[in-house]
């Protein structure tokens, strides 16, 4: 079992930037791949990014690309997602996910253990 908790999360105009921080506990995160998802009210959750678990290959959506960055320290048990020039469509809750497999996934249903959310609310 894999317990994930995300924070960093909040309110920032547009233009600015968040850092968002997945914890994990329970078993070690070397051998996940995490991802960062993000579901805005009445839209279905979507992937934003994902790292493998070595860190060695990443994945980002094409909307994020270029302003957000994730990254994994595995002696910490955390993963991190650095957004740069948020927008206001970047407004929604992000989820830390996490999928016992080498290759990267971007498939909602393929991710096995899940954090609380954490919300970010870019203002115009």
């Known amino acids: 079992q894999v317990q994930l908790v995300e924070s960093g999360g909040g309110l920032v105009q547009a233009g600015g930037s968040l850092r968002l921080s997945c914890a994990a506990s329970g078993r070690t995160l070397s051998s996940y791949t995490m991802a960062w998802f993000r579901q805005a009210p009445g839209k279905e959750r979507e992937i934003v990014a994902a790292?493998?678990?070595?860190?060695?290959?990443?994945y980002y959506a094409d909307s994020v690309k270029g302003r957000f960055t994730i990254s994994r320290d595995n002696a910490k048990r955390t993963v991190y997602l650095q957004m740069n020039s948020l927008k206001p469509e970047d407004t929604a809750v992000y989820y830390c996910?996490?999928?016992?497999?080498?290759?990267?996934?971007?498939?909602?249903?393929?991710?096995?253990?899940w954090g609380q959310g954490t919300q970010v609310t870019v203002s115009s």
């Open positions: 996910a996490a999928d016992q497999t080498i290759a990267i996934v971007t498939s909602v249903r393929r991710y096995d253990y």
């Open positions: 790292i493998s678990w070595r860190g060695t290959s990443t």
